[in-house]
């Protein structure tokens, strides 16, 4: 008996778009304060990717976090184009997060200080990564 009533279709109903609320960190004081949303959420996300070494923490997935330590004793020619490269990779994980450009790098003895600009659904930002080389 073949069942009659019911079909199949291949349309996707009100597909919307997830909300980018999350709760809000007070790093001085260690604790939740609240709720964010919008940019602030996106630069909360961006910093917690930059100071998660990808791999190090198995609560998160294979593709959170930077992969910056194994760079120490590097080349700093090498080093500047692996951490754009890194630090790009890293940050587009991001759904919303559309594009990170403008590097501008500065190394000092075993310091890099590298400066770009996150470019999100909500807006652009400044950001900056300083680790030791």
Request: negative net charge; charged residues 30%; glycine residues 6%.
């Amino acid at each position: 008996m073949i069942p009659q009533g019911a079909r199949l279709t291949d349309t996707v109903e009100n597909e919307s778009t997830e909300t980018s609320v999350t709760y809000k960190l007070d790093w001085t004081n260690k604790r939740i304060v609240g709720k964010t949303d919008s940019l602030d959420a996106v630069k909360q996300a961006v910093f917690k990717i930059l100071q998660t070494e990808r791999y190090d923490f198995f609560i998160y997935s294979a593709d959170y976090g930077a992969e910056l330590q194994d760079l120490v004793g590097e080349a700093p020619t090498f080093v500047r184009s692996e951490m754009e490269r890194r630090i790009r990779e890293a940050i587009m994980q991001d759904e919303r997060v559309s594009g990170v450009t403008d590097f501008q790098f500065d190394v000092a003895d075993d310091l890099a200080s590298i400066r770009f600009t996150v470019v999100s659904v909500f807006g652009s930002f400044g950001e900056e990564v300083v680790e030791r080389v």
